[in-house]
Structures are given as structure tokens and as C-alpha cells.
T-cell receptor, first 110, second 117 residues
Framework: QQPVQSPQAVILREGEDAVINCSSS?????VHWYRQKHGEAPVFLMI?????EQKGHEKISASFNEKKQQSSLYLTASQLSYSGTYFC???????????FGQGTTLQVKP | SQTIHQWPATLVQPVGSPLSLECTVE??????LYWYRQAAGRGLQLLFY??????ISSEVPQNLSASRPQDRQFILSSKKLLLSDSGFYLC????????????????FGEGSWLTVV
């Protein structure tokens, strides 16, 4: 079943923060975050495998609450380069395939 | 390092014509392979995945088919395209999945833009 992302779209000014949420009605065993620029393929950002795990890369970090079956992606002091569509993906079954949420479009303005 | 290539990058095809998109992976063996589709402004829909040569699983009943004639080659086909087949098609690969339901990190090719007219 497809995870649900919120919000659907966010508009920010440079330097502002944003949070993107990903939740599932089924048990979450892992969460994968990707970013896609317009007209390009999605690029892997990070994976969270354990409940309570937090990861970060520069000013982009994420948390995984296994009990609540949700994950959040945090973008702090946003830059123009952060613009794009963010997808969360979750494992489905024991085949390794990922099912993605519908995406959250982030637009950072000067 | 591993690389993935797919082609053609763009194509415009008339309704009812056939389709063939090809994807190859280099630098790894026995990868899992996937075809995703993204309609304009929409999310990523998994169409097919393969865990080995000749092993294809279809996720969504549709007008498309997939084949894996070689270990690192994945082909998406259609005999007769529909207008609704238009979209951005992405081939992807991952390492062989080992245990549990955690899912594999997948890596996407550059994508193929298909417009059916």
C-alpha cells in the first residue's frame, strides 16, 4: 500500500525550514527518501532502517518513528538547490521493491 | 562503480504503434531491475520488477510488458500504444535483496520521455 506524504506542496523563501511527512497504514520496516529535479530521475538521499533512527546530510535530516509508522524529512535553512519533488519509499514484501508516496513538491524562492 | 543507462531519452509515437525501451546496468551482477512510470506531475508507479533472467513480476495490469533476456538488460515493450501510456519511464536497479521487508535502495536511470499522439 502506498505511503501518504504531507504536505503536497511547500513554497519557501531561502533560509526557511520545512518538514515533509511520510506515513503508512501498514508496518514500516524502512523508509527511503529521494529528491527529483524537474525532468530528471529521482536521486537517493538517505535510508532509515530502525525505529528511532535519525540521519542527516548537511542541512537535510530525517527521523523514523517505527511505532507511529511514519518518517519526517527536515530541511533547514533551505537553499535554492533544495527545490524539487521529494518522495518517500517503503519496502513492500520480501522482494526488495519500493513503493513510493505521491511526492511533495518543494519550491524555494530567493 | 555501477551505472545504469536507458534509451531512447525521448520519443513521440502514434497511437497503436509498438514500443521498446531498453535499459542496461554495468558494474554489478544479478541486480534486481525495475520499471517505474511517472505521469505528468504525478508520483512513481512501479510497473514491473525482476529478480533474475526471465523472471518478471507485474504490479499493474496494463498495456505493457517487460522482459529480461540477459542478466543486466531490461526491456519495456508494448504492441499497441495508448494515449494513456504517455509519461516518464524510469528503469532502476538494486542489489539482490537479502532479508526482511526493508526494501532495497534503488538507483534510477536517466529516464525516457514517451509522448503518445
Amino acid at each position: 500500500q502506498q505511503p501518504v506524504q504531507s504536505p503536497q506542496a511547500v513554497i519557501l523563501r531561502e533560509g526557511e525550514d520545512a518538514v515533509i511527512n511520510c506515513s503508512s497504514s501498514k508496518a514500516l520496516y524502512s523508509v527511503h527518501w529521494y529528491r527529483q529535479k524537474h525532468g530528471e530521475a529521482p536521486v537517493f538521499l538517505m535510508i532509515l532502517l530502525k525505529g528511532g533512527e535519525q540521519k542527516g546530510h548537511e542541512k537535510i535530516s530525517a527521523s523514523f518513528n517505527e511505532k507511529k509508522q511514519q518518517s519526517s524529512l527536515y530541511l533547514t535553512a533551505s537553499q535554492l538547490s533544495y527545490s524539487g519533488t521529494y518522495f518517500c519509499g517503503t519496502g513492500s514484501g520480501n522482494t526488495g521493491k519500493l513503493i513510493f508516496g505521491q511526492g511533495t513538491t518543494l519550491q524555494v524562492k530567493p | 562503480s555501477q551505472t545504469i543507462h536507458q534509451w531512447p531519452a525521448t520519443l513521440v509515437q502514434p497511437v497503436g504503434s509498438p514500443l521498446s525501451l531498453e535499459c542496461t546496468v554495468e558494474g554489478t551482477s544479478n541486480p534486481n531491475l525495475y520499471w517505474y512510470r511517472q505521469a505528468a506531475g504525478r508520483g512513481l508507479q512501479l510497473l514491473f520488477y525482476s529478480v533474475g533472467i526471465g523472471q518478471i513480476s507485474s504490479e499493474v495490469p496494463q498495456n505493457l510488458s517487460a522482459s529480461r533476456p540477459q542478466d543486466r538488460q531490461f526491456i519495456l515493450s508494448s504492441k499497441k500504444l495508448l494515449l494513456s501510456d504517455s509519461g516518464f519511464y524510469l528503469c532502476a536497479w538494486s542489489k539482490v535483496h537479502t532479508t526482511g521487508n526493508s526494501g532495497n535502495t534503488i538507483y534510477f536511470g536517466e529516464g525516457s520521455w514517451l509522448t503518445v499522439v
